[in-house]
T-cell receptor
Framework: AQSVTQLDSQVPVFEEAPVELRCNYS??????LFWYVQYPNQGLQLLLK??????LVKGINGFEAEFNKSQTSFHLRKPSVHISDTAEYFC????????????FGQGTELSVKP | DAGVIQSPRHEVTEMGQEVTLRCKLI?????LFWYRQTMMRGLELLIY????????DSGMPEDRFSAKMPNASFSTLKIQPSEPRDSAVYFC????????????????FGPGTRLTVL
């Protein structure tokens, strides 16, 4: 069975500090990897996705993520966070043989403090 | 460009009542996904459609839940009868596959319906 584990449920960080949100997945088949962000009282929106090619993927709002196949990880990073980055972040996988079905991790709440 | 539209945004009902949640897809999209979000279980896929046809409903909790796509741009999720444990935020999302059941497409989420069953 496939699963996604986000290793931190909450990450507090000060403004302008770097941040890394960790994500590991488990799958016996090829997957595609996504990070979505959910701002308070809103739906999810795509930050970035890894499909193939370069393992370093750049997304919106200055975020990037690196796919590491040997460690089955897809960690999200930003070198300098802003107050406006405060939100919940979800890592997700889709399976190449199951249409558009996404399996989400439990989410990481990023709290940026001044 | 209008995004995915969900209604109502908030719904409070009593146990045993029927609840209908509505979703309008982004124009031109032909895949539709219903999710449920709770603190305990996180984000769960309930069902998804492609070209109005249900593809995978394995996430639907039980027979009290049903979902339809009466046309290409609209979907409903019905709970009858509702129970307190159905309280959650329900999201729908749509995508525009670039190929047949493509797994790489971005899903665009609506703002959600917060359902409270008393």
């Amino acid at each position: 069975a496939q699963s996604v584990t986000q290793l931190d449920s909450q990450v507090p960080v000060f403004e302008e500090a770097p941040v890394e949100l960790r994500c590991n997945y488990s799958s016996s088949v090829s997957v595609y990897l996504f990070w979505y962000v959910q701002y308070p009282n809103q739906g999810l929106q795509l930050l970035l996705k890894y499909l193939s090619g370069s393992t370093l993927v750049k997304g919106i709002n200055g975020f990037e993520a690196e796919f590491n196949k040997s460690q089955t990880s897809f960690h999200l990073r930003k070198p300098s966070v802003h107050i406006s980055d405060t939100a919940e972040y979800f890592c997700a996988v889709s399976l190449y043989n199951q249409g558009g079905k996404l399996i989400f991790g439990q989410g990481t709440e990023l709290s940026v403090k001044p | 460009d209008a995004g995915v539209i969900q209604s109502p945004r908030h719904e409070v009902t009593e146990m045993g009542q029927e609840v209908t949640l509505r979703c309008k897809l982004i124009s031109g999209h032909n895949s539709l996904f219903w999710y449920r979000q709770t603190m305990m279980r996180g984000l769960e896929l309930l069902i998804y459609f492609n070209n109005n046809v249900p593809i995978d409903d394995s996430g639907m909790p039980e027979d009290r839940f049903s979902a339809k796509m009466p046309n290409a741009s609209f979907s409903t999720l019905k709970i009858q009868p509702s129970e307190p444990r159905d309280s959650a935020v329900y999201f729908c999302a749509s995508s525009h596959p670039s190929g047949v059941l493509s797994t790489t497409d971005t899903q665009y989420f609506g703002p959600g319906t917060r359902l409270t069953v008393l």
